[in-house]
């Protein structure tokens, strides 16, 4: 399959423009260039430092040093992106409304090496409408700086359209994250983009082939989805994508359009490969709602990475990623029934886990001298069975490198996920019967260090206060998966069910599995603990776009007294003075939790 681009230089004189409608063709050129043939690859580190030649963090062994206790490297890696609309048609399918970072899409690779800072200034140009935003940095756990963690009405008010905020942080952890807008549901609009950290290596690879995003994608602008599952009449399972995607990639079948919308052929993403090389594969589920399971074509992989933990290497032929999991996978490529072109596969699947139109993502592998064009004929490994759980992987199998014993909890809450319809009619979710209402004008942060405790109930703020370390045990008394995701933290995920936990027995409590985003099956329990670190305030929530702007989502605080108010740049009021003078004069509708 050629791409609209290749299309057009190559057959316009033969075949009719109709096939690759100019628009579509521009817009998309504005997909990244992971995935083409000249992408190059990611380095083992990066070697402008202050030490030429050698790594930040010297000659470490990852099995002893704490991987959450970063070397100060004095450099600062700064980045300058401007949010704006354009239109994309990453699979050939013209969507007008699409959110662009620097024109791209998804938005560039951040990367740094660990213990660096990282510098971001971002200026809002959303015009047509306008909107307010603000960017998060999934799974970095801003020690110390609670205030860029990119949450409007928790850390900040949003960027007011026509202003710049520069957020300022450490990459205290390392390994493949993303970022993305938490501005009500715009990272489905596209606002997205991979987020590296280099670090120490606990296991051996020759070549880091860099970001593999999945991502369900919408043809449909994210504000009118978002109308949608909120309307009473709409049931949760309504609002399928359209298509997903590898890389940004991934053939739309423009026979399926009906309404006289421009749609043209599109690439596949492609990856080379030399067979006998082992390669490193940074899986990112970047989506908005769907689960995603990945795999090769007749590949063994292994997994030594789940979120920012490095663990124990296992094999596997399908990754599990619910929607914000990210995998880093080993793979040594070897040629399937003698071919060597192979389908790299992200697949949904399963009653309660898949919302798709067209649940099957598809790039191209092709190996040694494999011919740039060849489409592969393999066959794809059985989907998993369907029990109706959307499980991740047994908890068992994720054994962090770094061992960490886990420690007696001091509290432990219950949190109940439940659905309802309130009196406007709009579909809500709930943790311990209240929806989350974000106020964008007023920060909680701000009004922590103003020592003000006391919130709105639609906050729904837990105050830990000096605990050192909560247990939550969450019971999903709704059909639906939630990948519960944590901020300024990892958490130790000690069960995973359907059955109700029998309040004591926990996975490998000498070392439990950690990381930053966990499924939480339907109708099924989980139960996880964190150390209170890291003063501020910390969301707790689904990590489903639609399940977020319908409420699904709490705000965990730990010791406020203990947050600095030395260090709080002047920048978080003009921010919230920008905010307030633009939403004074302009009407800014909230359609949705706001988050
Ligand atoms: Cu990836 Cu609260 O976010
Ligand atoms: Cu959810």
Excluded at 3 to 30: D, H, I, K, M, Y
Excluded at 157 to 168: D, E, L, R
Excluded at 538 to 560: D, K, Q, R, T
Aim: include cysteine; charged fraction near 15%; aromatic fraction near 10%.
């Amino acid at each position: 399959m050629k791409g609209c681009a290749a299309f057009v230089a190559s057959a316009l004189a033969t075949l009719t423009s109709a096939a690759c409608p100019p628009r579509v063709q521009e817009a998309q050129n504005r997909t990244f260039h992971w995935g083409t043939l000249g992408a190059g690859k990611l380095p083992k580190f990066l070697r402008n430092n202050p030490l030429p030649g050698g790594t930040p963090w010297g000659n470490i062994n990852p099995k002893t040093v704490n991987p959450r206790i970063p070397p100060t490297t004095g450099v600062t890696r700064k980045y300058d992106f401007t949010i704006s609309r354009g239109s994309l048609a990453p699979d050939g399918y013209l969507k007008e409304s699409g959110i662009l970072i620097n024109g791209q899409f998804p938005g560039p690779t951040i990367e740094a090496n660990w213990g660096d800072m990282i510098e971001v200034k971002v200026t809002n140009q959303i015009t047509a409408p306008d909107e307010g935003t603000a960017l998060h940095w999934h799974g970095l756990f801003q020690n110390g700086s609670a205030w860029y963690d990119g949450v409007p009405s928790v850390s900040q008010c949003p960027i007011a359209p026509g202003a710049s905020f520069t957020y300022k942080f450490q990459a205290g952890v390392f390994g493949t994250s993303w970022y993305h807008s938490h501005y009500s549901a715009q990272a489905a609009g596209g606002l997205f983009g991979p987020l590296v950290v280099y670090g120490p290596s606990h296991v051996d690879y020759d070549e880091d082939i860099g970001p593999v995003m999945l991502t369900d994608w919408f043809h449909k602008d994210y504000f009118q989805i978002v109308k949608n599952v909120m309307s009473n009449n709409s049931t949760l399972w309504a609002n399928p994508s359209d298509n997903t995607l590898i890389n940004g990639r991934m053939p739309y079948n423009c026979s399926q359009v009906t309404d006289g919308t421009p749609c043209g052929d599109a690439p596949y993403a492609k990856f080379r490969f030399q067979t006998g090389k082992t390669y490193k594969l940074r899986l990112i589920n970047a989506g908005a709602a769907g689960m995603e399971y990945f795999s090769i074509d007749g590949q063994t992989l292994q997994i030594v990475a789940n979120d920012l933990t490095d663990i124990e290497p296992y094999n596997t032929t399908v990754v599990t990623l619910s929607v914000g999991q990210r995998s880093d996978v080993l793979f040594t490529p070897k040629a399937v029934n003698g071919t060597k072109a192979i389908w790299m596969r992200t697949l949904q699947s399963g009653k309660f886990c898949q919302r798709a139109s067209n649940p099957a993502g598809r790039a191209i592998v092709l190996l040694d001298g494999a011919s740039d064009n060849t489409i592969p004929k393999t066959t794809a490994y059985p989907a998993p069975v369907d029990d109706g759980t959307c499980k991740n992987d047994p908890l068992e199998l994720s054994v962090p490198f770094y061992e960490e014993e886990l420690p007696a909890p001091s509290t432990t809450i219950q949190i109940t996920v439940n659905t309802i319809v309130n009196a406007t009619g709009h579909q809500l979710y709930t943790m311990n019967g209240s929806p989350f209402m974000a106020n964008y004008n007023n920060p909680l942060l701000g009004l922590a260090y103003q020592k003000n405790y006391s919130y709105p109930t639609q906050w729904n703020t837990y105050n830990f206060g000096s605990n050192s370390s909560v247990r939550v045990v969450i019971w999903n008394n709704s059909s639906g998966p939630h990948p519960m995701h944590i901020h300024g933290h990892d958490m130790y995920v000690l069960y995973d069910g359907n059955d109700k936990w029998d309040g004591s027995t926990v996975v490998n409590p000498s070392n439990p599995p950690r990381r930053d985003t966990h499924n939480l099956r339907p109708h099924g329990w989980m139960v996880m603990q964190y150390n209170l670190d890291n003063p501020g305030v910390w969301p707790f929530h689904c990590h489903i776009a639609w399940h977020l702007s319908m409420g699904m989502y709490v705000n965990l605080m730990e010791n406020p007294a203990d947050i600095d108010q030395s260090v709080i740049p002047s920048m978080m009021a003009q921010t919230c003075d920008a905010w307030n003078q633009y939403s004074s004069t302009h009407v800014v509708e909230q359609i949705d939790s706001g988050v």
